[in-house]
């Protein structure tokens, strides 16, 4: 299983950096998502980490705000927020697979391994 932490409460234009740690997982292996779900709404693909290469993905949203990066050598991703508003509240989960096409990078459905989900609380 991944293992997700890092979340909290933040005011308005601060920052977090969410991480993804899988034990038993060889990173180099998956592509690894990240989604968001706010109460009352659907889960969201906010980025995602291809396997190929590590080409970074972003939902319009985050663009310029949030940064995916991972470690394969110590099965870690991270999910760098910044610039944090009120609509950015969620419950965060981490995710990966190892039979991902790129164009299925934002499907919910189609990665296999998820986490537990952390709570990001933005508010003054």
């Known amino acids: 299983q991944l293992q997700a932490s890092g979340g909290g409460l933040v005011r308005p234009g601060g920052s977090l950096t969410l991480s993804c740690v899988g034990p038993g997982f060889t990173l180099d292996y998956y592509s690894v998502g990240w989604f968001r779900q706010a109460p009352g709404k659907k889960r969201e693909w906010v980025s995602s980490?291809?396997?190929?290469?590590?080409?970074?993905f972003y939902t319009d949203s985050v663009k310029g705000r949030f940064t995916i990066s991972r470690d394969n050598a110590k099965n870690t991703v991270w999910l760098q927020m910044n610039s944090l508003t009120p609509e950015d509240t969620a419950v965060y989960y981490c995710?990966?697979?190892?039979?991902?096409?790129?164009?299925?990078?934002?499907?919910?459905?189609?990665?296999?391994?998820w986490g537990q989900g952390t709570q990001v609380t933005v508010s003054s």
């Open positions: 980490s291809g396997v190929r290469d590590g080409t970074p």
């Open positions: 995710s990966a697979d190892s039979h991902i096409s790129d164009h299925q990078l934002t499907w919910a459905a189609a990665y296999h391994y």
